[in-house]
Nanobody, 121 residues
Framework: QVQLVESGGGLVQAGGSLRLSCAASGRYEMGWFRQAPGKEREFVAAIRRSGGSTYYADSVKGRFTISRDNTKNTVYLQMNRLKPEDTAVYYC??????????????????WGQGTQVTVSS
């Protein structure tokens, strides 16, 4: 059974930073998604199992950084210069291999419970 445990969410002022963590029970292809109230879940960032390739949504490129520590089976999402529109529940997602598009939620079999990020203006 794959387990994903997220942490690091909270309340921050616009322009501030937060770092999310997702501890997995093994080494997987990993992604971060977010869902704001009344909106569909959207892709944020993804990283290959080796850590060699990373992917970002245009809305976060240059502000967010995804990374991983494979010795700890943990993926991080460093979020800088946060904006009120970044407010959402953030989910980490995982699968053994992503065959097609890392930006598609349906590509991931396993999901964390979500962590709330709130950015005040």
């Amino acid at each position: 059974q794959v387990q994903l445990v997220e942490s690091g969410g909270g309340l921050v002022q616009a322009g501030g930073s937060l770092r999310l963590s997702c501890a997995a029970s093994g080494r997987y292809e990993m992604g971060w998604f977010r869902q704001a109230p009344g909106k569909e879940r959207e892709f944020v960032a993804a990283i290959r199992r080796s850590g060699g390739s990373t992917y970002y949504a245009d809305s976060v490129k240059g502000r967010f950084t995804i990374s991983r520590d494979n010795t700890k089976n943990t993926v991080y999402l460093q979020m800088n210069r946060l904006k009120p529109e970044d407010t959402a529940v953030y989910y980490c997602a995982a699968d053994s291999i992503i065959m097609h598009d890392v930006r598609e939620p349906d590509e991931y079999k396993y999901w964390g419970q979500g962590t709330q990020v709130t950015v005040s203006s």
